[in-house]
């Protein structure tokens, strides 16, 4: 219970310092990733030519916004922790992109639940479409 020289040899075979790379490929994640996915999300979700999107595609809008959510938050965090003993700059960017990333993310999830209820059923076809070889089911007529 109380052998902790398992830990503090697995800690002293730990290199000192996170690599830049590693870091800058998580600043890039944070850039790129969770725009792209909002992206998706809003085109999957969005009407077009006048059909309201199906509940599949509202569904899976809001996965692509969960995700984004997580990692616009959880990649800066993850930088954070990577840089704080040793980098001092890069966890104060880190750190920025953090509270930075808490605004969008805030609106983005609000919005999300304020508009869940807000989609209208499908009505089915505005007009009575008569075909031809039977009977008319059109009201009046």
Same mark, same amino acid.
């Given at each position: 219970?109380g052998d902790?020289?398992?830990?503090s040899r697995?800690? &002293?075979? =730990?290199?000192?310092?996170?690599? +830049?790379? @590693?870091?800058?490929?998580?600043?890039? &994640?944070?850039?790129?990733?969770?725009?792209?996915?909002? /992206?998706?999300? &809003?085109?999957?979700? &969005? +009407? /077009? /030519?006048? *059909?309201?999107?199906?509940?599949? *595609?509202?569904?899976?809008?809001?996965?692509?916004?969960?995700? %984004?959510?997580?990692?616009?938050?959880?990649? +800066?965090?993850?930088?954070? @922790?990577?840089?704080?003993?040793? =980098?001092? @700059?890069?966890?104060? #960017? /880190?750190?920025?992109?953090? !509270?930075? %990333?808490? !605004?969008? @993310?805030?609106?983005?999830?609000? *919005? *999300? !639940?304020?508009?869940?209820?807000?989609?209208?059923?499908?009505?089915?076809?505005?007009? #009575?479409?008569?075909?031809?070889?039977?009977?008319?089911? #059109? +009201?009046?007529?």
């Amino acid at each position: 219970m109380g052998d902790t020289a398992g830990w503090s040899r697995l800690a &002293a075979g =730990r290199p000192d310092k996170t690599s +830049p790379a @590693v870091l800058v490929l998580i600043w890039l &994640a944070w850039v790129l990733v969770p725009p792209l996915l909002v /992206f998706g999300g &809003a085109i999957g979700a &969005a +009407p /077009f /030519f006048g *059909e309201q999107p199906t509940a599949a *595609e509202r569904s899976q809008a809001t996965t692509l916004y969960l995700v %984004a959510a997580v990692l616009a938050l959880g990649l +800066p965090l993850l930088g954070l @922790v990577l840089s704080w003993r040793t =980098r001092r @700059v890069a966890a104060a #960017c /880190f750190g920025a992109a953090l !509270v930075v %990333a808490l !605004v969008p @993310v805030g609106l983005l999830l609000a *919005e *999300e !639940v304020r508009g869940a209820g807000t989609y209208a059923p499908d009505p089915g076809p505005p007009v #009575c479409q008569e075909h031809s070889g039977g009977d008319n089911r #059109c +009201p009046g007529g």
